[in-house]
């Protein structure tokens, strides 16, 4: 079992990863060259993903604990089905927000421990805010951080000047959060249901897993998603809501979202404060 003061250390790798795999993201962003191409499923690959992967798997394998990453090689279910602890990474989440240039995409990584998230990093590059959760410490976001953190310490001093989620919000407009880029009838059947429950809803789009990072923050109530996802796309965020005092659950059975299922897509979930 990793103790307090080593998950610590381990927080402090995967945050110095997403910042390094921000900046590189940055280079490509802004330049002419996106080399984008299509994965086997469709979904674009851009020079971007690749460099931000590698940079992240340099910091994560001197930690000894194995990785899963979306950009990474396929690992059978036979491979994996045994580890205890994993990192599990997404290098650039939201690569059609990336190719559209609004700014809407994360860098996410995850140390799960016996298929719960209980480490989480969400690093979006081009506003440099930096979201980060551990249990036992909470989850807060941090502005304008474009450098590496140099000791835990320093993380500590950071954690206790800046800001823990949930933030105090005295909004009284229900707010759900739906994906910019994936629609589908259901996400709409459900604004409906909620639009004759409520007078007064919000709707907001975003890109990535800044959806759940809203939840957290308390600046959206709801994010229903209805349709594809895979492990990657929301461990990271599962931690920063879940330590933020929210919960992320499946639609089918209200089950907490699990990781290192022999199946790595998720079941149709809503993100939501938790119930007393």
């Known amino acids: ?75 059978h279910y036979e491979e994996r089905r045994g580890w205890e602890y994993f990192w599990l990474v997404d290098p650039l989440d939201g ?46 976001r941090i502005d304008n951080i474009d450098e590496e953190i140099d000791s835990v310490s320093k993380l500590d001093e950071l954690a206790i000047r800046e800001n823990k989620l949930p933030y105090k919000s005295d909004k009284k407009p229900l707010t759900i959060v739906v994906s910019r880029s ?34 957290a923050e308390g600046n959206a109530d709801l994010y229903p998603r209805y349709g594809k996802t895979t492990e990657w796309d929301t461990a990271a965020g599962q931690a920063v809501a879940e330590m933020a005092g929210c919960e992320v659950v499946s639609l089918e059975n209200g089950e907490k979202i699990s990781y290192n299922k022999e199946d790595i897509n998720n079941p149709w979930f809503i993100v939501r404060r938790a119930t007393e």
């Not at 060259?33 to 971007?48: C, E």
């Not at 629609?183 to 004759?196: A, G, H, L, P, V």
């Open 182 to 215: 994936h629609t589908s009838k259901e996400t709409q059947e459900f604004i409906d249901k909620m639009r004759e429950e409520q007078d007064d809803i919000e709707l907001i789009a975003r890109g990535s897993s800044l959806k759940i990072c809203m939840v």
């Open 1 to 75: 079992m990793i103790d307090h003061e080593e998950l610590k250390h381990l927080l402090l790798t995967g945050i110095n990863a997403t910042i390094r795999a921000g900046a590189l993201i940055m280079e490509v962003y802004n330049s002419n060259d996106f080399q984008v191409n299509l994965k086997s499923d469709a979904t674009p690959l851009t020079l971007a993903d690749r460099k931000a992967h590698d940079e992240i798997m340099v910091y994560l394998t001197k930690t000894r604990i194995p990785v899963m990453s979306e950009e990474g090689r396929d690992l």
């Open 95 to 140: 690569t059609k927000e990336f190719i559209k240039r609004n700014g809407e995409f994360t860098v996410n990584i995850a140390l799960v421990f016996n298929g719960s998230p209980i480490i989480g990093v969400v690093y979006v590059p081009v506003s440099k805010q930096l979201y980060f959760a551990m249990q036992t410490l909470g989850s807060y």
